[in-house]
């Protein structure tokens, strides 16, 4: 996480990079904006930043020139790639530190959602015991 930390980015900036990681795929300003829930302004001042600092790159979309699509550059894949290690590393240090009992409670109610068993993305059911 040290290394996460030195980069010395805003956020927005981290949540930028994650995104583009996570979708691997190059995206316009307007799809970025969406996905990090910014406004293209402020998403373009974002990517400007990331691009100079070597992150980033922008291109003209090939089909439409009018749209800039931004993609992870070398540095950045690897900053993404150490920024998502040091996420799990220091889940595990966690969940070692757990009492056992309470480590395999933690296991079964994350099991549905690691499984792909339940959206969690969604909000949950109400459950109807606990409605009046």
Known sequence: MADVAKADLAFSQF???MELGARGTALSVNELADAVQLSVAATGRV???LVGLG???RR???TDR???RVSL???GHTFVTMAVDARADALRAFTRRLPSDVAHAL???LDPVVNGDIDYF???NPDPQTES
Do not use: G, H, Q
């Open 73 to 75: 550059t070398a540095v």
């Open 107 to 109: 296991a079964c109610a």
């Open 60 to 62: 003209e979309d090939p």
């Open 122 to 124: 969604t909000a949950p």
């Open 55 to 57: 992150y980033t790159d």
């Open 15 to 17: 949540r930028t990079l």
């Open 47 to 49: 990517v400007d930043k």
């Open 66 to 68: 009018r749209v800039k």
